[in-house]
């Protein structure tokens, strides 16, 4: 008997603990900082960040937690647009990126619901080369294997080269890991290679992403995602649209190096560059399907057809070609509206079959609010 009343002790013990240990830290309710916040934290616990602006280049110094804005209380995506990490005033000028997660976090590390502007990216030592780079503008990971999910990284620039190799990775910059990049907004980004996302020697899921006007490819090409070399897992961008980004060299989409990735169900359109402006590769095997290609790509379903957007955050108007036209395996399909069993719930439109683009699949959701024309630094002519 009293060995079993032990054991219920130390159970007790451990649930208490637990309850104790992953605990919700408020900013600035608790601490006025984030980084306090995070200071503060242990592995487990969630960083609860009120609406407003922060000035502040964070790290998440190797703690698998969450650090969220107030839209994981109601997914109201007007918390994404009122909570802000602005980078741009940096403690030490080579340290700007927005966010840092290179500690070696996993995937119970989270990063949900703000708006990350003003980075300036981070000199890095690659891991490969020992060549030092900047990058990493709105957010660097490496060695780790981190959630990005419903933000949105826009106006952020890693392409100030002096004193390094190159710049890349304006909006995020990724290595040596396996990140899940889900549900951004990613705009307005620069670098000279990758203006929208570095993909460098890792596995990554990229899904349901809208990749739209970053710039730069002035090194390496390369303006929406660049991906290069393997990593320890496959590489999959699903669900993605990746449109009008503009690249100097190759590639103003999808540049592709050195590595496999498959690429389902995209919108890949209107992007530029002097030589294969919507996807370049070299040495690479890529496995398309499913996907818009402007000018076209073979393989199984892939279309060429204008997406036809309803408005600025690419939500797919009606009659869109992209409708119902992505892969029709069950497992792909849009989320169902309760109310009107048999079609897609919105943003998704039509029956249940994938609609082609960021607002298909199952992993689709409504976007924040931004007008993509606003305070455009590249504006469309």
């Known amino acids: 008997m009293r060995k079993i009343y032990n054991v219920w002790l ?3 013990f451990f649930v208490v603990s637990g309850l104790v240990i992953a605990g919700t830290i408020n900013v600035p309710a608790n601490y006025p900082t984030i980084q306090q916040a995070i200071n503060a934290s242990v592995s487990g616990d969630t960083v609860l960040v009120a609406p407003g ?21 109601n997914q109201n995506t007007m918390y994404i647009d009122s909570t802000i990490i602005n ?6 000028p080579d340290t700007a990126s927005c966010v840092l997660i290179v500690s070696g976090e996993n995937e119970n590390a989270v990063l949900q619901g703000f708006t990350l502007t003003g980075g300036k990216g981070t000199v890095w030592k690659d891991e490969h080369n020992g060549l030092s780079y900047r990058e990493g503008g709105g957010i660097l990971t490496a060695l780790s294997s981190p959630v990005i999910r419903n933000n949105v990284i826009k106006n952020n620039d890693a392409s100030n080269d002096t004193g390094v190799s190159s710049c890349g990775g304006g909006g995020i910059r990724s290595g040596d890991g396996n990140p899940k990049i889900l549900n951004n907004i990613i705009m307005y980004n620069r670098g000279r290679y990758g203006g929208g996302i570095v993909l460098n020697y890792t596995g990554a899921v990229v899904k349901n992403n809208v990749v739209y006007r970053n710039s730069g490819g002035e090194d390496f090409g390369g303006a929406g995602i660049w991906v290069n070399s393997n990593g320890p897992a496959p590489k999959v961008a ?6 009008e980004n503009s690249s100097v060299l190759d590639g103003g989409g999808f540049y592709v190096v050195s590595t496999s990735i498959t690429l389902r169900n995209n919108i890949v359109w209107g992007n530029t560059a002097p030589v294969d402006p919507q996807i370049t590769f ?11 290609i402007q000018g076209g790509w073979s393989g199984t379903g892939n279309i060429n057809v204008n997406p036809a957007f309803a408005d600025t955050s690419h939500y797919l108007a009606q009659g869109s070609p992209c409708i119902d036209a992505g892969d029709p395996n069950a497992s792909y399909y849009d989320p169902e509206d309760g109310t009107n069993p048999g079609f897609a719930l919105h943003p998704s439109r039509g029956i249940l079959r994938n609609d082609i683009g960021a607002y298909g699949g199952p992993g689709a959701l409504p976007a924040p609010y931004v007008d993509l024309h606003l305070n455009d630094p590249y504006p469309p002519s």
């Open 53 to 73: 602006t922060y000035y502040e280049n964070i790290n998440f110094r190797g703690k698998n937690i969450v650090v969220t804005s107030w839209y994981a209380l």
């Open 238 to 243: 699903e669900n993605n649209t990746v449109v």
């Open 87 to 92: 980078g741009s005033q940096p403690t030490y």
């Open 10 to 12: 130390v159970v007790l």
């Open 282 to 292: 070299a040495s690479a095997l890529l496995s398309v399907s499913y996907c818009d």
